[in-house]
């Protein structure tokens, strides 16, 4: 018998999804959209080729106790969408600051479900803090749009090393106040 680790995180619900921790049989599809360059060269960690394990060591880290970082699936499921249509990241900085991340697969790009992931978390606030920042890489501007349209204010440039790009990135940082 396989058990799942309980992992103490909340399931948000927002108009056409479901945000819920990771579990097991979320591999195959991780798998999928991590392997696509479309995506891993996008972010900072998602190496490209993307290694054997990768996936499932990606979600053993997040189900672990001690994480540093919590991890929500984008499940469209009980709108009759897709089971994983990306995913969402809260990484706590410090007990008052978190730091924001997202990516949504190719299949499903346009259809505004980063949007709706990033300000539900926002307004559910699971961590609990006063401010969030997040990151994009400035050849990514319809991820900037996403931030500005959830509120968020940009307040400068930065570098980011990405893996599957091998290189130093251009960003851009933003800021969104929670609490007064």
């Given at each position: 018998m396989i058990q799942e680790k309980i992992v103490?995180?909340?399931?948000?619900?927002?108009?056409?999804?479901?945000?819920r921790p990771l579990r097991r049989s979320d591999e195959g599809l991780l798998s999928l959209y991590f392997g696509d360059i479309r995506v891993a060269?996008?972010?900072?960690?998602i190496p490209h080729p993307l290694?054997?394990?990768?996936?499932a060591a990606f979600i053993d880290r997040s189900l672990q106790s001690d994480r540093k970082e919590d991890v929500w699936a984008m499940d469209g499921t009980e709108a009759?969408?897709?089971?994983?249509?990306?995913?969402?990241?809260?990484?706590?900085?410090?007990?008052?600051?978190?730091?924001?991340?997202?990516?949504?697969?190719?299949?499903?790009w346009n259809a505004g479900y980063a949007s709706e992931a990033v300000v539900g978390l926002l307004e559910a606030n699971p961590q609990n803090v006063r401010t969030v920042f997040a990151e994009v890489f400035q050849s990514n501007p319809v991820s900037?749009?996403?931030?500005?349209?959830?509120?968020f204010d940009y307040i400068g440039d930065a570098e980011a090393f990405s893996v599957a790009q091998n290189t130093m990135v251009s960003t851009w940082t933003y800021l969104r106040r929670l609490t007064a």
């Open positions: 103490n995180q909340v399931t948000i619900p927002t108009e056409r999804m479901h945000l060269s996008q972010t900072r960690a290694p054997p394990g990768a996936s009759g969408l897709a089971e994983l249509l990306g995913i969402v990241t809260l990484q706590r900085l410090s007990p008052e600051r978190s730091e924001i991340g997202y990516w949504v697969a190719p299949a499903f900037a749009r996403v931030l500005s349209n959830a509120g």
